[in-house]
């Protein structure tokens, strides 16, 4: 493993804010919609906690998605216009699907949704516009439970095949706006976390209840981010893997705030897209 404590010791690094999840008694749960009357978006309690997030690039060529759970890669893309959800599906999705075959290594790639991010300082991000705010909490997209429950909403008929072979869920984050300095992306080496850190928490949506894995704080975690990331570099994180043994299968991840970025840079503008991966067995 590469990151033992003398290379993180060696490795530059800031101290950033991250959100974790604060002592609480009940079950955290979050609106996707208008909450009703007198409810608040959310119960969860968030905590700030400072901690040393680390300049990966040194040490970018040993990371792995099966040991820590993330990989930067150059990846150029022939898109230059991500505002058009049609001409991503037709253009990016196809790049996205050889970049993750040929890292992950897996015999079939779905490439499910994508979203963009704008830091705007919009009051509300889930009205359905072309992009959201940065999500400035410490999170992973996927759980134990909904990690499979992708699988059975999207692959129809396949499904119960699928499920029997391994698969995993990654996702592939780009900057938009170049060199992004702006709410940079901080990726928790998936191998410092422990199960205990993980707390579900339910997505209400109008028709359906989802999940997602919200973090506790702990001091063994190792934060990783690549600074001044270009157009042509992607981070590519685990948020599920259905090998429960021997391998990273859930990668913490946070939006922060560098305390050395310039105050004229430009606002975060990034896109992320979600693959299912399926190995051969």
Request: charge should be negative; charged fraction near 25%.
């Amino acid at each position: 493993m590469s990151l033992d404590p003398q290379t993180l010791g060696r490795l530059p690094h800031v101290e950033g804010v991250l959100n974790y999840l604060g002592p609480m008694t009940e079950r955290p749960h979050r609106y996707t919609y208008d909450p009703p009357p007198g409810m608040p978006d959310t119960n969860a309690i968030y905590a700030p906690v400072s901690a040393p997030i680390h300049n990966l690039r040194p040490i970018a060529g040993t990371l792995s998605l099966d040991a820590e759970g993330v990989r930067l890669l150059r990846s150029p893309s022939a898109l230059r216009d991500f505002d058009d959800a049609t001409t991503v599906e037709r253009i990016y999705y196809p790049e996205i699907q050889r970049l993750v075959a040929e890292t992950a290594g897996v015999e079939r790639v779905v490439v499910f949704d994508h979203t963009i991010r704008r830091r705007l300082g919009r009051e509300k991000d889930r009205a359905g516009g072309p992009s959201r705010e940065p999500v400035p909490r410490v999170h992973n997209d996927y759980t134990e439970r909904s990690g499979p429950q992708r699988v059975r909403d999207l692959m129809g008929e396949e499904a119960d095949a699928l499920l029997r072979r391994r698969f995993a869920i990654i996702n592939v984050w780009r900057p938009i706006v170049a060199p992004l300095l702006d709410a940079p992306l901080a990726v928790c080496d998936a191998s410092s976390v422990a199960a205990e850190d993980f707390q579900t928490m339910d997505l209400l949506y109008r028709d359906r209840t989802g999940e997602i894995y919200v973090v506790r704080p702990s001091e063994r975690h190792r934060w990783l981010y690549a600074p001044a990331m270009a157009a042509d570099e992607v981070l590519l994180f685990k948020c599920y893997d259905s090998q429960n043994a021997g391998t990273a299968r859930f990668a913490p991840h946070s939006a922060f705030n560098d305390p050395t970025a310039p105050e004229d840079r430009l606002p975060r503008a990034s896109i992320e897209a979600r693959a299912l991966a399926f190995f051969a067995a």
